[in-house]
């Protein structure tokens, strides 16, 4: 429909009689419909298609000792025990460094920062950090965390690096719970007497927790997806801890997570082993959108 | 002694009393103070981040420039990191990032507009709930599955189009379907997520008077999507364009393995190594200038995505007016 020049208009209006226009135009529009709806209909069959590939290939691999045992040339296992430990090591080291500077920040950007120079800096970082693709952060944690801080190969740089990644996703989501808090409660809470920081404790943080959680959910789906920024910082180590060698020593041993072992399995070929992983990983994702949705539902608070 | 004790009771509850009165309200300034402090420097944190990876990125991949030169780095399309007289050009992986990343824009964006308009402006409530969900779900999928997909399902395809296409070729070199295209059409599978919710969002921001505006002077409804609601959500579909380049620039463990990783010209049937796919390739093994190299490479694709970053952000604050 660009607007053509008026003899071009003329002459369509001459050559095409009214019906057989309507009728041109009706086609048209019944096959832009049927484009759309493809469209929507190719996504929903390309996860289809995914989940039930992964889940029709993966699944016989999975059984009690995949689950329980370290992979092993000489007992002849094959399994995930430690790459799930591993897994729940780094989400819980890099949620215990992101999450609290990840709210700080959103608390800050919401309640303290004037709008000016210093917020929209901050803005930008923030924006900047959730564009850097992983594999820059695993570089940058590679050198930094790894070389410069002498962490070396180890599950603490490993989550570092991986803080840094999700911290975008915490502080967008905390802030945009923090707006949603009635301007009222603020100064409710002021008005009775309350500082600022009691009100941020007692009133803000608790109204904001279901959209922290969120980021938090996020933030969980991302790291045990992540594998490009934890090659090169956490390394790929499957053993499981020895026994008593104490948490401290854990996080300073190279870890790979599930996602890291996949991409190994994959690279040597083991693709029983990528398919058992890929399983439980769509699992976990699975499980991660059941809760998210459940949270917008108001279902888990 | 009664009264002296009781005296001295009261004058110590007092004097406490007093004590604890300026004490605390020192104490809570001090609470207070702290937490101030504490909040900015969490605020902080983003910038101290950006500003180190910066930093540290030109700080390593610069010295490889220094030392080998420009041009050679740059302009040669020569890689040959373990070769008696090593060469390091970079050319082809460029280009093929370049030509990769935009291949995937082209096929994937279309879909994802359908996709969005079916989703703000066609569907039947019960099938956008249907679709909504999915697109959530294909977002959450780890780059590995989608690499391990594009190796089992997508590969052997490739390769049965390749040999059709090529069986009397004489000058083609089999790549066994890890090709350009294989990747491009993942890359084209991985932007969809992103792309749709950023435009839908923008189609939704729409206000509802044009669309009414339209189909009162006679437009379809499918004329009002394509000459009045897609035009006036430009500016948010440019952003989820920008977003989708980003994240296709940047994707590595998927195309990792789906690309074949020869460094060769960016032709659809021809094995590529992208600059994300460079570096995972080889950070594993490489030593010395190589690995300073890679460091280079790494520095050419966070100036590509700097680049983006400050595209996107001019856009933003645009829409923001």
């Keep these: 429909m660009k607007a053509g ?43 289809s298609g995914i989940i039930f590939y992964v889940f029709a290939k993966g699944v016989p691999v999975l ?50 920062a004037a709008p000016g120079r210093w917020e929209r800096l901050i803005e930008f970082a923030t924006e900047t950090l959730a564009g850097i693709p992983s594999i820059v952060f695993g570089l940058f944690g590679m050198v930094f965390f790894g070389t410069t801080l002498g962490l070396g190969y180890s599950i603490l740089t490993g989550a570092l690096t991986l803080s840094l990644m999700i911290l975008p996703l915490i502080t967008r989501n905390t802030q945009e719970a923090l707006r949603a808090v009635p301007e009222s409660y603020r100064s409710g809470a002021i008005g009775m007497g309350a500082t600022k920081w009691h009100m941020i404790r007692t009133i803000l943080l608790p109204s904001a927790m279901p959209g922290i959680t969120t980021g938090i959910l996020l933030a969980v789906g991302r790291i045990v997806g992540e594998s490009a920024a934890l090659l090169f910082t956490a ?64 279902k888990l608070f | 002694m009664d009264i002296g004790l009781q005296q001295s009771i009261s004058d110590v509850s007092q004097g406490r009393q007093s004590q604890t009165l300026t004490g605390k309200r020192n104490h809570t300034r001090r609470i207070e103070a702290v937490a101030e402090s504490i909040f900015t420097l969490c605020a902080f944190f983003a910038v101290f981040a950006v500003g180190a990876i910066t930093l540290y990125m030109i700080a390593n991949g610069v010295p490889a420039v220094y030392r080998l030169g420009f ?31 935009v291949l995937a824009v082209f096929l994937g964006v279309p879909v994802a507009l359908l996709t969005a308009v079916f989703l703000a402006e066609a569907a039947p409530r019960p099938l956008a709930a249907v679709v909504r969900p999915a697109i959530e779900l294909l977002a959450g999928i780890p780059s590995v ?27 083609h070199r089999f790549t066994g379907g890890a090709n350009l295209l294989s990747a491009v059409l993942v890359l084209a599978v991985m932007i969809l997520p992103t792309v749709i919710s950023v435009s839908e969002t923008a189609l939704r921001a729409v206000p509802d008077q044009l669309r009414a505006s339209s189909m009162a002077l006679g437009a379809s409804r499918i ?49 590529v190594r992208f600059l994300t796919t460079a570096i995972v390739g080889e950070m594993g093994y490489a030593e010395g200038l190589h690995r300073q190299v890679l460091f280079t490479i790494g520095l050419v694709l966070f100036g590509f995505i700097m680049l983006v970053n400050i595209f996107l952000h001019r856009l933003l604050r645009e829409e923001e007016g």
Excluded at chain 1, 87 to 112: D, F, H, K, M
Excluded at chain 1, 235 to 243: A, I, N, V
Excluded at chain 2, 71 to 98: H, M, N, T
Excluded at chain 2, 226 to 254: D, K, N, Q, S
Aim: no cysteine.
């Design chain 1, 5 to 47: 020049s008026p003899d071009r208009f003329m002459e369509k209006e001459t050559t095409l009689r009214k019906g057989e226009k309507s009728m041109f135009r009706k086609i048209k529009d019944a096959v832009a419909f049927t484009l759309i709806y493809l469209a929507a209909f190719y996504a929903v069959l390309l996860l």
């Design chain 1, 63 to 112: 059984g009690l000792p995949f689950f329980t045992t370290v992979t092993s040339v000489v007992k002849g296992t094959v399994g995930i025990a430690g790459n799930l430990v591993n897994t729940v090591y780094i989400v819980a080291l890099t949620l215990v460094v992101a999450v609290p500077a990840g709210v700080g920040a959103a608390v800050w950007l919401n309640e303290y």
């Design chain 2, 223 to 271: 004329q009002t999507i394509f000459h009045v609601v897609l035009p006036a959500a430009r500016p948010g579909i440019v952003t989820a364009v920008v977003l989708g380049v980003g994240r296709a620039v940047g994707e590595a463990m998927a195309v990792n393995l789906v690309s074949g990783g020869a460094v060769n010209m960016p032709l659809p049937f021809s094995s």
């Design chain 2, 71 to 101: 041009r050679e780095i740059f302009f040669s399309s020569v890689w040959k990191p373990a070769a008696e007289d090593p060469s390091f050009g970079i050319l082809y992986v460029i280009l093929a990032s370049v030509v990769g990343t």
């Design chain 1, 235 to 298: 390394g790929s180590g499957y053993f499981l801890p020895d026994s008593g060698s104490g948490f401290f020593h854990k996080i300073m041993e190279p870890g790979g997570t599930l996602t890291v072992q996949m991409y190994l399995s994959m690279a040597s070929a083991d693709y029983d082993a990528a398919f058992g992983i890929a399983a439980v990983l769509l699992g976990i994702v699975l499980t991660f959108n059941l809760l998210l949705k459940m949270l917008a539902r108001n």
């Design chain 2, 145 to 171: 599955v989608y690499g391990l997909l594009g190796m089992m399902i997508l590969n052997p395809l490739m390769y049965r189009l390749e040999l059709w296409l090529f069986h009397d070729a004489s000058t």
